[in-house]
RNA sequence: GGGGCUAUCGUCUAGGGGUUAGGACACCGCCCUUUCACGGCGGCAACACGGGUUCGAAUCCCGUUAGCCCUACCA
């Protein structure tokens, strides 16, 4: 009875991948893993005018980089290329093979119709009917007479094709209305007469079908591909009910629908470029852990519980990827939309850096280093993480850690007049004389100049960083000392002895 | 205009007939401290509005308001 579980997160590659998309695709991800079944990536290029192959790479990095890794799917850089048996999995590629068949198998049965009303017509049609304050609809209402849906058109001349909905008395209809019991939203239902006859396919070159249309697609692939669960945004929903026709005209079994609520920005519209960052990407720049963008997004409009308990504290709030896939659950998924809320996603990300071990933040911190970095042995790559690692992002470390590709051009003035004083000079000449830079050996050296100075750590501490980073905020003091190195600390000394 | 969805602290939310309406982030205060931070402790802060139903409504019903989605030969 229950089929296997197969989700799929199907963008068009018409821009960057969006927060929000990513946020869809992981609630795929996660349901797919909790109930072991498959994650399918599918690329809706059918609009042509829009879709570019930079997108459909974007796409695929922007979903590799966030860890939502597809068990079938296009393979990265190869357009000719996919696994899964259900390919190919970019749509355009699946014109001749899959989309004509089913829009021809409709037009024969007499479900779908072709159609000749051109483009200007409709809009005239549609500006007529509208300036009476009444909505358009094809066909129907204060349209009624002008459709091509009993005319019986040839293919002689070019065409679009309309898929023939239910005008309210078709048996398979609820009460008159197309409905259907929403995973996440509960009953919905939408009266048949509010939809019309929508197009399946473009118009062609004479005689042709033309390039079929997102909602036929979609039905068409997501029944080819098995996909048992539909989860996809809220503006889906309305979607749904001319989808549901199509199932019904091609005798499809109905996959189950889940529909998630939208992102939305500071100001409750829906999130855009004005809200800052939008695309996957630049949340990568901004030096973010892809495990804290999975929480955060996951987290949105998604209330894990235990034992039917929300989580009670701040440690409970912070899951691992196993965790979540373990509690994912449509049903605590919230109906309404969420605001995106960038300082949860800051105190997550530093959460999760100061629990990391140094080995897992390394690759990612690489990222934001320059060159010098690779060179840099494990154990000195270890101190510098190891002293930063209370900073809210990687790109903070990374900038914590500037110093020590680079001296100093300049000093912060009161600093330099509050800190470096006459008292502190024999100190920091002190300093420049020790050679051992292990922890504990300066520990006990540092003791020992304090004390003949009658300094107290913090004005050496703050001479030193000074002196060394031109500012009174660095690292560690013993550390500041160890990463920049016996010779390097002289040579920054100098100018101050 | 039509159809659909939604409504608890600033934000994410728990709760779903009787609670001091709970937690997290942010914010504020105190403590700790070799800088910046981290950390610890404490505080501020919410049931959109109006009618019902009920002994009793944040919770159930109706309406209003507001926001969002769809209403394309976009996806």
């Not at 809706?44 to 966030?66: H, K, P, Q």
């Not at 049903?331 to 105190?347: H, T």
């Not at 051992?436 to 750590?457: M, P, R, S, V």
């Not at 013993?478 to 010779?487: A, I, K, M, Q, S």
């Amino acid at each position: 009875m229950s089929r296997p579980i197969v989700t799929r997160f199907a963008p068009s590659p018409t821009g960057m991948l969006h927060i929000g998309g990513v946020r869809t695709a992981l609630f795929c991800w996660l349901f797919a893993r909790k109930h072991g079944g498959r994650f399918i990536l599918r690329i809706e290029d059918t609009d042509l005018s829009r879709s570019t192959d930079d997108n459909i790479r974007i796409i695929e990095e922007g979903m590799a980089w966030c860890g939502l890794t597809w068990d079938e799917g296009p393979v990265p850089g190869d357009p000719t290329a996919w696994i899964g048996e259900h390919g190919p999995y970019r749509q355009m590629q699946r014109m001749e093979s899959h989309y004509k068949p089913a829009v021809e198998k409709l037009l024969s049965e007499g479900k779908a119709y072709r159609c000749r009303c051109t483009k200007e017509d409709l809009d005239a049609r549609r500006a007529t009917v509208e300036a009476k304050g009444v909505p358009f609809q094809y066909g129907r209402g204060h349209d009624a007479g002008n459709g091509c849906r009993h005319k019986q058109h040839d293919a002689s001349e070019p065409f679009a094709v309309r898929l023939a909905m239910p005008e309210g008395h078709e048996t398979w209809l609820d009460e008159g209305a197309i409905a259907w019991t929403d995973l996440i939203k509960g009953r919905l239902a939408f009266p048949a007469e509010s939809l019309d006859d929508w197009i399946i396919a473009r118009t062609g070159e004479k005689g042709q079908i033309g390039v079929p249309t997102y909602n036929f697609c979609v039905v068409v692939d997501d029944t080819g591909m098995n996909v048992s669960h539909v989860l996809r945004g809220d503006d889906h929903v309305s979607n749904t009910p001319k989808q549901l026709a199509l199932y019904h005209a091609m005798g499809f079994e109905q996959p189950q629908f889940g529909h998630v609520p939208m992102i939305l920005g500071k100001d409750g519209a829906k999130l855009s470029k004005r809200h800052g960052a939008t695309s996957i990407t630049e949340y990568q720049e901004m030096g973010f852990l892809p495990a804290a963008v999975r929480l955060a997004l996951a987290r949105l409009s998604w209330t894990p519980k235990v034992d039917g308990q929300a989580p009670e504290s701040a440690e409970e709030e912070l899951l691992t990827d196993a965790q979540m896939i373990e509690l994912f659950d449509l049903k605590d998924i919230q109906k309404s939309p969420a605001r995106f809320d960038m300082d949860k996603l800051v105190w997550m990300n530093q959460k999760l850096i100061q629990r990391a071990s140094w080995q897992e933040l390394e690759p990612h911190l690489a990222h934001f280093m320059p060159d010098a970095w690779k060179n840099k042995s494990e154990d000195w790559k270890r101190v510098a993480i190891q002293a930063t690692q209370k900073g809210k992002s990687l790109k903070e470390m990374a900038q914590a850690l500037a110093f020590c590709w680079q001296a100093p051009e300049s000093f912060d003035e009161k600093a330099v007049e509050k800190f470096m004083t006459a008292a502190v000079k024999p100190a920091l000449r002190e300093v420049a004389s020790l050679h051992d830079y292990e922890h504990d050996a300066l520990q006990t050296a540092f003791n020992g100049i304090l004390e003949t100075q009658g300094l107290k750590l913090k004005d050496l501490a703050q001479a030193l960083r000074v002196a060394l980073c031109g500012q009174p905020v660095s690292p560690p003091i013993f550390d500041t000392l160890w990463l920049l190195g016996v010779e390097e600390v002289r040579t920054r000394l100098q100018r101050w002895l």
